[in-house]
């Protein structure tokens, strides 16, 4: 693998390319763990490029992690109140897996938020993604509250929230 670097989205084709690459991800991140149905749901409401393109506008950053030239991952997080960071997003193929990469880009949103003055970086994550839990308790989150939010269509997300003090 080359070194890992990031590139800001800033078109609407990026937004659709970022669309697929988080729907081949998600079939495998959630499999499992949340129903196909969901996931067809949730898909458009998080990643449709009108979605992106308005929380950029808002404030929030949304880059690819390449490998060379190939995007590999999502990395996105943005102003969350007085102080704090939320890591929106955190995907990467799983054939990165295993190998540190997700580390990376975790470190890569850390550092980022620190450079923006954030003390704190928060992040929600799915009660049944144990893989995800791992890596972010191995990088010095910890739980801080649990929380089961309606997204509509009957369906919820049941996620803890992390935290980490920069």
């Known amino acids: 693998m080359n070194e890992l670097k990031y590139a800001p989205m800033a078109s609407e084709e990026e937004y659709q390319q970022a669309y697929a690459l988080a729907t081949e991800i998600w079939q495998d991140a959630y499999k499992g763990i949340i129903s196909q149905e969901q996931i067809d749901y949730m898909l458009p409401m998080m990643y449709a490029p009108a ?87 191995r990088n010095g989150f910890a739980v801080q509250a649990d929380v089961k939010n309606a997204i509509g269509n009957s369906f919820y997300m049941d996620d803890y929230v992390m935290g980490l003090d920069l």
């Open 51 to 137: 979605v992106i393109a308005r929380e950029i506008r808002e404030g929030i950053v949304y880059e690819f992690a390449l490998d060379g030239e190939k995007r590999i991952g999502i990395v996105s997080f943005g102003p969350h109140g007085d102080g704090v960071m939320k890591l929106h997003k955190l995907y990467l193929l799983p054939s990165y897996h295993g190998r540190g990469v997700g580390s990376q880009m975790l470190q890569h949103a850390i550092a980022a938020a620190r450079a923006k003055g954030a003390k704190r970086l928060v992040l929600n994550v799915n009660k049944q993604n144990s893989r995800a839990i791992k890596a972010y308790k």
